[in-house]
């Protein structure tokens, strides 16, 4: 079994969700890297960030739940759309923000983190 199973046999399906409208276009070179996966790879590594058959999830590494669930679609040039964004709606297990603006940002916030440890790591 590779890292990749072994980190989707600890993870959990979103149970709650609260739609969000979102306009983030992904590049071809970010939906590459989303699908490749960001696994962590160390105790500090908080997320794990995976894009599989159109649907993009975020889970906090530490307790497995997914956070972010992302529909994205493709165009012919390879750039990618998500146009709703399901945030975690369950009080339990995330603690989200008051308003769409404020979940975007944290959503846009984790993206930016890993995706440029990603880029970082491939140069």
Known sequence: ??????????????????????????TPEEMALLRQ??????LEDRWVV?????????WRAWTGECIYEAEITED?????QCRVLRVCDDADVYTRSSGEAGEI???????AMLL????????
């Open 76 to 80: 012919d040039a390879g750039a990618g």
């Open 50 to 58: 995976w894009l599989d058959q159109g649907l993009l999830r975020v």
């Open 1 to 26: 079994m590779d890292e990749r199973d072994e980190w989707l046999n600890r993870l959990r399906v979103m149970r709650l969700a609260w739609p969000v409208r979102c306009q983030r276009v992904f």
């Open 116 to 123: 440029g440890r990603r880029k970082e790591a491939a140069a």
């Open 105 to 111: 940002d944290r959503f846009e916030g984790v993206l």
């Open 37 to 42: 996966g960001l696994w962590p790879t160390s």
